[in-house]
């Protein structure tokens, strides 16, 4: 609490109540049935601002709430050289459901032993799997140790 002389108040309508004591301010507020808030400490003389604040509280936690990202996780189906065609279409079939949802998906190939020699095969092995998804967006494919890699995105109509 600040017992400064001056303060600068705002009723809870926004109207500019001008400069007067802390007290006088604090008997305004509770007449009215509301509390003082300060809301700013810049400059000569603080802002005090009368409101609810439990509403004002609501308001800033719903606001927060409004503004935050909603994002979708980022799913993830590896997939072997030597996958069976019934496992491959069935991993297929999960992919095309979580780009229903709206998910973006990170398709990856992992190589093993001998398999790392030929990274092409991988690069075939994704475009087949591409191919069988359909209409998506797709990022550039890259290629690390071991495994190559993209990531598809729904198309948004």
Known sequence: ?????????????GTNLGSMSYTDAKKLADDAGLDLIE???????????????????YEQKKKAHKNKQHT??????KFRLTIDTHDQATKVGHIKKFLA?????????QLKGREKANPNLANEKLA???????EVKQDQMKRSTGQ???I???IKH
């Open 1 to 13: 609490m600040c017992f400064r002389k001056d303060v600068l108040v705002v009723d809870d309508e």
């Open 148 to 150: 190559v890699h993209t």
């Open 101 to 109: 949802k709206g998910h973006s998906v990170k398709l990856l190939v």
């Open 152 to 154: 598809v995105h729904p």
């Open 39 to 57: 809301v700013s400490k810049q400059g000569k003389n603080p802002v005090y601002r009368i409101m609810d604040e439990g509403k004002w509280k």
């Open 72 to 77: 979708m996780p980022l799913k993830e189906m």
């Open 128 to 134: 087949s799997i591409i191919t069988e998804l359909g």
